[in-house]
Every structure is written in structure tokens, then in C-alpha cells.
T-cell receptor, first 112, second 111 residues
Framework: DGGITQSPKYLFRKEGQNVTLSCEQNLNHDAMYWYRQDPGQGLRLIYYSQIVNDFQKGDIAEGYSVSREKKESFPLTVTSAQKNPTAFYLC???????????FGPGTRLLVL | DQQVKQNSPSLSVQEGRISILNCDYTNSMFDYFLWYKKYPAEGPTFLISISSIKDKNEDGRFTVFLNKSAKHLSLHIVPSQPGDSAVYFCAAKRGYSTLTFGKGTMLLVSP
């Protein structure tokens, strides 16, 4: 059945290390998004992509990078430049020109 | 500058009663509004939405009301159930822009 998968569920990062969070969808959605959630905060947009091989920065893109080589996949790399990476990361997707976004189960990133 | 505000961090309601979650926005150009429900350590689940051309949308126990002049929307849950206990996020967008989320309201429904 269709959906959005994120892996791993928990991820640990060492100081100075880059880590990549996976997001895959089989809903045939054109648009994909990455959000970050911190305690007591709403969802803040990191990056989004409306079409393959194209993506735009969101509100808090510094210290992150993405790629969109396939329609189904939108991986997020948390680089060593991101000084406060501990958070819950959520991936979402939506059909083109449709307002509703559908979310994956999330990845919790912790710093060792 | 927060464009979507949920001023109540938490709300407690008894089972069977009505839950009313509120959301205010500042951008008069927003034309579509959504409510999401989120359990801990899970992704948000879409609940209900409303276009700015309407003032009410209903889906089962969930009703969203939009007051454009007051830039205010609310989600009513009737009757409330313990399984409704979760964090509720209000979100808004303008045209083909991305969603702007509020900080969420934690709803606790007690038996």
C-alpha cells in the first residue's frame, strides 16, 4: 500500500559528522518537503522540491542539503555546519497543485 | 514574525464534551487552511481543511470554522474521545506557496 517511509527511526550523529536521512514515497506525488520539529515548536520548513532535479530553501535551510534525483526520493543531509541538529525530522509529500501534505513517520536525530 | 498563532499550548476536556481549538493568522492573503493531528514520535495526520471561500467545513466529529474578518479559525471536536488526545497543528497557505504551521495545541481528553 502507498505511503511515505522515513529511515532510520532514530539516528545518532557524532560531532563534525554529516548524516543523511532517507525519505521515500510511492504515492506518485510531485512535491516533497522536509520539516524540523523542536519541543514546543511548530513545524519549520527546511527544504522543498516541487519537481525532480529542482528544490528550494525553506525557512531554516542553513546547515542542511538535499537532492531530488528521483521522483520517489528526497534525502536530507544534516551537515557539520548545523550546530543544533537534535530534533525530530519530518518528510512530507503532496500531489502537484494540491494543498494537503501527507507526512512520514519521522526520524529523531540525536547528537552524541 | 509568526503568521499562524495557536495561543493555547494545551487544552483539557472531558470525554463526551466539545473540544474547541483556536488558531489566528496575520496574513490576509492566506486562502487555504488545514488542521493536522500529531501523536508523539509520529508524523502529523491530515484532519480537515477549509478554503477561504467557505466559512464552515464538517467531517464527522470534526468541524472547522473560518472567520476571515477576524483572521481566526477554530476546530470543533464533538464528542471528544480519549483517542483524540494529541497535538493539533493549524496550517495555512496562499496560492501555491508552502504551508505555514502554528506551534500546536496539546489536547488531553480525560475519561
Amino acid at each position: 500500500d502507498g505511503g511515505i517511509t522515513q529511515s532510520p527511526k532514530y539516528l545518532f550523529r557524532k560531532e563534525g559528522q554529516n548524516v543523511t536521512l532517507s525519505c521515500e514515497q510511492n504515492l506518485n506525488h510531485d512535491a516533497m518537503y522536509w520539516y524540523r520539529q523542536d519541543p514546543g515548536q511548530g513545524l519549520r520548513l527546511i527544504y522543498y522540491s516541487q519537481i525532480v532535479n529542482d528544490f528550494q530553501k525553506g525557512d531554516i535551510a542553513e546547515g542542511y542539503s538535499v537532492s531530488r534525483e528521483k521522483k520517489e526520493s528526497f534525502p536530507l543531509t544534516v551537515t557539520s555546519a548545523q550546530k543544533n541538529p537534535t530534533a525530530f525530522y519530518l518528510c512530507a509529500s503532496s500531489p502537484a497543485s494540491v494543498e494537503t501534505q501527507y507526512f512520514g513517520p519521522g526520524t529523531r536525530l540525536l547528537v552524541l | 514574525d509568526q503568521q499562524v498563532k495557536q495561543n493555547s499550548p494545551s487544552l483539557s476536556v472531558q470525554e463526551g464534551r466539545i473540544s474547541i481549538l483556536n488558531c489566528d493568522y496575520t496574513n490576509s492573503m492566506f486562502d487555504y487552511f488545514l488542521w493536522y493531528k500529531k501523536y508523539p514520535a509520529e508524523g502529523p495526520t491530515f484532519l480537515i481543511s477549509i478554503s477561504s471561500i467557505k466559512d464552515k467545513n464538517e467531517d464527522g466529529r470534526f468541524t472547522v470554522f473560518l472567520n476571515k474578518s477576524a483572521k481566526h479559525l477554530s476546530l470543533h471536536i464533538v464528542p471528544s474521545q480519549p483517542g483524540d488526545s494529541a497535538v493539533y497543528f493549524c496550517a495555512a497557505k496562499r496560492g501555491y506557496s508552502t504551508l505555514t504551521f502554528g506551534k500546536g495545541t496539546m489536547l488531553l481528553v480525560s475519561p
